[in-house]
């Protein structure tokens, strides 16, 4: 399949691999990018940029294939050394990033500098039309299926990819709400010229997340989301269990809510170790609605050749009925 993404990023097929929190380890980070896709590390999963630089080290010993980092920036009172992070990235030599969350206008000069080409995941089309002219060079739309941040627009994929496709001149990769080759032949009839996918690779063998989770979410359906923070504007979709129920009901509780009245159920830390540990009602877990179209655990060679197979079989089924 070739894209101006897969000619870009040198990769076999227009598959990356979403930058999640605690997931983006070498293990899954190699695994997609040895099966021809895009494996992303994700930067804050590493608590310094010490460690980032020794993931990404670890990740060279497990494949020679292109991959990227996930570098998400977002407002905090006391944030993380975003600037000591992409040096890290810098100066061990990789090629691809993926921002998300604010603008990254205040560091694209220097990736540009370092020959790094840059992937800005945004919810929105304006988002998009001010990234690509602050210079990035390709969009990851995410559409309001999409686990983690959906803005607070609410609008879906099949209206949100087109619309970037004719407002934008940079390459567009589809993201939420994709998990098989019909979604992928879907994102490129679009227009798109990639997909980024982050829960059905959650779902895989090689991600670092614990059995029980990956077997609950093969068990959920697409009604087995919750949306929190929809009151203070900051909308995150997690799977429904007792910890994203416990959040809502007390955001719709009467007389609302403050962040501290929740912090403790969402903290990030808490989220990290129910994935590791299996406690299916430990933490907040990530994911879209498109769970409910996630009924196995494959490999990611498994899933990737799979997806390309399926996607040409409904490219072909649907040229036919023309």
């Known amino acids: 399949m070739k894209t101006r993404v897969t000619e870009r990023l040198g990769i076999r097929y227009p598959i990356i691999q979403g930058g999640m929190q605690w997931v983006g380890k070498a293990e899954l980070v190699s695994a997609v990018s040895n099966?021809?896709?895009?494996?992303?590390?994700?930067a804050l999963t590493h608590p310094t940029p010490q460690a980032l630089a020794q993931e990404i080290a670890r990740t060279r010993t497990l494949t020679d294939r292109p991959?990227?980092?996930?570098?998400?920036?977002?407002?905090?009172?006391?944030?993380?050394?975003?600037?000591?992070?992409?040096?890290?990235?810098?100066?061990?030599?990789?090629?691809?990033?993926?921002?998300?969350?604010?603008?990254?206008?205040?560091?694209?000069?220097?990736?540009?500098?370092?020959?790094?080409?840059?992937?800005?995941?945004?919810?929105?089309?304006?988002?998009?039309?001010?990234?690509?002219?602050?210079?990035?060079?390709?969009?990851?739309?995410?559409?309001?299926?999409?686990?983690?941040?959906?803005?607070?627009?609410?609008?879906?994929?099949?209206v949100l990819i087109p619309?970037?496709?004719?407002?934008?001149?940079?390459?567009?990769?589809?993201?939420?709400?994709?998990?098989?080759?019909?979604?992928?032949?879907?994102?490129?009839?679009?227009?798109?010229?990639?997909?980024?996918?982050?829960?059905?690779?959650?779902?895989t063998q090689e991600a670092p997340v614990h059995d029980n989770i990956k077997q609950a979410l093969v068990g959920a359906s697409e009604r087995d989301t919750k949306l929190m923070f929809r009151t203070m504007r900051n909308t995150t979709r997690a799977w429904s269990n007792a910890v994203s129920q416990e959040v809502v009901a007390t955001e719709n509780r009467e007389g609302g809510c403050s962040f501290e009245d929740i912090r403790h159920l969402v903290a990030g830390?808490?989220?990290?170790?129910?994935?590791?540990?299996?406690?299916?009602?430990?933490?907040?877990?990530?994911?879209?609605?498109?769970?409910?179209?996630?009924?196995?655990?494959?490999?990611?060679?498994?899933?990737?050749?799979?997806?390309?197979?399926?996607c040409r079989a409904a490219l072909q089924r649907a040229q036919n009925w023309c």
């Open 269 to 310: 830390q808490r989220g990290n170790q129910a994935l590791q540990s299996g406690d299916v009602n430990g933490g907040v877990v990530a994911a879209g609605q498109v769970i409910g179209l996630i009924d196995d655990v494959p490999t990611c060679a498994e899933l990737i050749e799979g997806m390309v197979a399926d």
């Open 67 to 158: 991959f990227g980092v996930n570098l998400t920036i977002l407002p905090s009172i006391n944030p993380p050394p975003y600037a000591e992070y992409l040096q890290v990235i810098i100066d061990s030599g990789v090629k691809i990033v993926e921002t998300a969350g604010n603008s990254p206008k205040d560091f694209i000069a220097r990736m540009k500098d370092a020959g790094i080409t840059i992937v800005h995941k945004c919810t929105s089309v304006r988002h998009a039309l001010s990234a690509e002219r602050n210079g990035v060079d390709m969009i990851s739309i995410d559409g309001f299926e999409c686990a983690g941040h959906p803005g607070e627009d609410d609008v879906p994929g099949l």
């Open 35 to 42: 099966a021809g896709g895009l494996g992303v590390l994700t």
């Open 163 to 203: 619309l970037a496709v004719r407002a934008l001149k940079v390459p567009v990769i589809a993201s939420g709400g994709i998990a098989d080759g019909r979604g992928l032949a879907a994102a490129l009839a679009l227009g798109a010229e990639g997909v980024n996918m982050g829960t059905r690779f959650l779902v």
